[in-house]
């Protein structure tokens, strides 16, 4: 069975889904805006240029939700997500503004998350390593990870090879904390399905780029809109890891799909200084083609919400799984000893 979520966490969502961190796409409006309707907002720390810019973007979101706060309503938590690749030069920096505004989450991504682990859980924090690989997940867990991203395939941006049962159902050989789901999933249905596969929670990132709060250029997000999943193809040759991206954004920047070369290595330094990569060739994962409309964030997850009501619901008339609820709940009627029995 999935672990509890740690309660400073939990507490104050209303679905357990994670608005993903995306670059050029995660601003201070589509994180608060995640916060405010009951989801985490998580922002990647690249998206800011500078320092100081990244300083005036925690301060933005910190205070927001505290004006939420202090007019009596419970936003969810906030994540940050640090890029602890080598090449990443500005990482302590980065550290030392997630330490002072005290994320209550953070979201390490392309190395091992050891380097920040003392540091967030000096303040209370917690730490979730963002891998692509079992053997990468147990790493993370012997640094200290409280918890882990299982990025699967399907997913947006820097993606995963593996398929969701297969990556969790391992994982879970070793660990029994917290995992979030990453990958091809947009609806609550997929929600409910990734918390029968033992997930605590969802990261959701391509339903949210044409959210109307996103950073995304208009044209991006209505292309997220246009395109399904026989648009979206892998590749590395952009920024060294595999990444998921809508093709017609490829040829849209002069370039052919079927011949792009591989990138030798990641370079995580500066990544906004590239003039291609994210700002003219867009990532998507294999939902695009459910997403239908640009929309608020609000509305997205009203529906979300739902749907993962009406696949409770479903679960209850499933055929297959009627009876057995029926059985134990008349023998959780008749007394712990005849539940267990039946257990």
Known sequence: ???????????????????????????????????????IGAVPTPNCRTVEDLDRWFCEITSQLDAERKAGRTPAPWAANLVVHSSNLRLQHDLDLVVKYRAPLVITALGSPRP????????????????????????????????????????????????APAFIAE????????????GAVANGEAIRASQMLGADLVYMGTRFIAAGESLADPAYKQMVVDCSARDIMT?????????????????AAGLDPLSLKPKAKIDANDPQAGTKPWKDI????????????????????????????????????DPWAKDLFLELAAATLAGP???RKQG
């Open 337 to 339: 000893d005849k539940a």
């Open 171 to 182: 994982v879970r050989q070793f660990w029994d904390g917290p995992i979030a789901l990453s």
């Open 282 to 317: 867009w990532s998507a994962g294999q939902v695009a083609g459910q997403v239908h409309a640009v929309e608020p964030m609000s509305d997205i997850v009203g529906r979300l919400s739902r749907e993962y009501k009406d696949a409770l619901v479903a679960e209850f008339n």
């Open 235 to 251: 590749t590395n040759a952009f920024t060294g890891a595999n990444a998921n991206y809508m093709s017609p954004s490829i040829i």
């Open 116 to 163: 920040v682990i003392d540091a967030v859980r000096g303040y209370g924090g917690f730490v979730f390593a963002d891998v692509v690989t079992p053997a990468l997940a147990r790493k993370a867990v012997e640094a200290g990870a409280n918890g882990l991203v299982l990025v699967c395939a399907g997913a947006g941006g820097h993606t995963g090879a593996l398929a």
């Open 1 to 39: 069975m999935p672990h509890e979520l740690p309660h400073d966490l939990k507490r104050h969502l209303q679905l357990p889904v994670v608005c993903a961190p995306m670059f050029l796409v995660s601003g201070v409006e589509l994180v608060v805006a995640a916060c405010k309707a009951g989801i």
